[in-house]
Every structure is written in structure tokens, then in C-alpha cells.
């Protein structure tokens, strides 16, 4: 168990569908993070939020809504998606601090039709 | 913006060899990571290196952190098939942590 739970674990939908995928963690920490890993690409940082303010914004398109309602829980609204957007994104969380290790949930593997 | 260059972008050996993965910035970070990921996982965090020269061993895995802290490199020695994955280095920079693009190790039985 790592402490990081994704869900749904895979999911399929059209370019017209509004779907959300969810994070959550269980180890206390104070950082929560967006990754998109598509083949070929380095892990891409999508967002970042730290004591549930956003920190970070990597230039993510619109149709990506990032939600922290709490230092717990982390959301991923979708909407109009592209196939290219078409990857594994992985939910992380840390102590937030300078450095310290991130534990990575075990992905949500999507699939725009 | 910081980057980090791993080699080989690829890898396949035979059991019971020895390898080693690179790891290379322009950039200093505060701690670098390393990390190993399996097919349709997440990342698992292996090592985290902080001093300059600093080098940690983990059974048949030594990770050395540069002098400069801008490099660093992983040593498996005698590769087993369990370790076949992805690793992943990772710099430590304010509150994130940049990832290098990868190396994908194979070890034939």
C-alpha cells in the first residue's frame, strides 16, 4: 500500500464527456501534485498545491481543472479532452518542503476516444 | 527551466551483469531522487541523496550524488529479472521535484 489512492484506475471517454479523477492521501503531508506521463516524455508537473492553495500551474490547457478541497484530496476535472491527451496521470503527495521524497499514487491510465 | 539527462535511454542485459544509469543537470538541486516504476504504477521512491559526493548503497543498488550536485549516477550490481523497470532520477528544487526523461532496464533471465 503507498498511501496514495487513485481512482478510477483506467478510464475511457469521448471528446465530449466531463469526467473527474480523484485523489487521495493518507500519510499527512502537505503537498499534492498533478503528473501526466505519456510515452516517449519525461513525467510532466501539472499542478501543484500546498496546504490546498495552488502553487503551480505548468501551462496546462483549460480543459484540465485542478480541485484541493482539503491537504487530503485532489481532484482532476476534465473536460472536451483531446486524444493526445491521451496518458497516465499520477497523483503525488510530499511533506512539501524543499526536496523531500514524493509517493506516487498508481495512476489513472486514460483514454480519449 | 532545469533539466536532467538520464543514459541509456534504454538498456537490456543479462542476469548477473553489472550496469550503471546516468544522471545529468546544468543545474544544482537541493537532493536528488531515484526511482524505480513498474508497468501501470505509480513511481517508487528508491534513494534520496543530498550532500555533495554522498554515496548510499541499497543491497545491490549504489547511488552516488556529484561533487557539484548536479549529477548523479545508480550501480546495479549482478542484475536479477526483478529488477527490470523504469528508472527515474529526480531533482529536489523549491517545493518540486523535476524528473529526467528515464531509463528502461531489461534483464534477461
Known amino acids: 500500500e503507498t498511501g496514495v489512492t487513485q481512482t478510477p484506475r483506467h478510464l475511457v471517454m469521448g471528446m465530449t464527456n466531463k469526467k473527474s479523477l480523484k485523489c487521495e492521501q493518507h500519510?499527512?503531508?502537505?503537498?499534492m501534485y498533478w503528473y501526466k506521463q505519456s510515452a516517449k516524455k519525461p513525467l510532466e508537473l501539472m499542478f501543484v498545491?500546498?496546504?490546498?492553495?495552488?502553487?503551480e500551474n505548468n501551462s496546462v490547457p483549460s480543459r484540465f481543472s485542478p480541485e484541493c478541497p482539503n491537504s487530503s484530496h485532489l481532484f482532476l476535472h476534465l473536460h472536451t479532452l483531446q486524444p493526445e491527451d491521451s496518458a497516465l496521470y499520477l497523483c503525488?503527495?510530499?511533506?512539501?518542503?524543499?526536496?523531500?521524497?514524493?509517493?506516487f499514487g498508481q495512476g489513472t491510465r486514460l483514454t480519449v476516444v | 527551466t532545469q533539466l536532467l539527462e538520464q543514459s541509456p535511454q534504454f538498456l537490456s542485459i543479462q542476469e548477473g551483469e553489472n550496469l550503471t544509469v546516468y544522471c545529468n543537470s546544468s543545474?544544482?538541486?537541493?537532493?536528488l531522487q531515484w526511482y524505480r516504476q513498474e508497468p501501470g504504477e505509480g513511481p517508487v521512491l528508491l534513494v534520496t541523496?543530498?550532500?555533495?559526493?554522498e554515496v548510499k548503497k541499497l543491497k545491490r543498488l549504489t547511488f552516488q550524488f556529484g561533487d557539484a550536485r548536479k549529477d548523479s549516477s545508480l550501480h546495479i550490481t549482478a542484475a536479477q529479472p526483478g529488477d527490470t523497470g523504469l528508472y527515474l532520477c529526480?531533482?529536489?528544487?523549491?517545493?518540486?521535484?523535476?524528473f529526467g526523461s528515464g531509463t528502461r532496464l531489461l534483464v534477461r533471465p
Open positions: 503525488a503527495s510530499s511533506r512539501g518542503q524543499a526536496g523531500t521524497e514524493a509517493f
Open positions: 500519510l499527512g503531508h502537505n503537498a
Open positions: 543545474s544544482v538541486f537541493s537532493s
Open positions: 541523496v543530498v550532500t555533495g559526493g
Open positions: 529526480a531533482g529536489g528544487s523549491s517545493y518540486k521535484l523535476i
Open positions: 498545491y500546498s496546504l490546498e492553495e495552488r502553487v
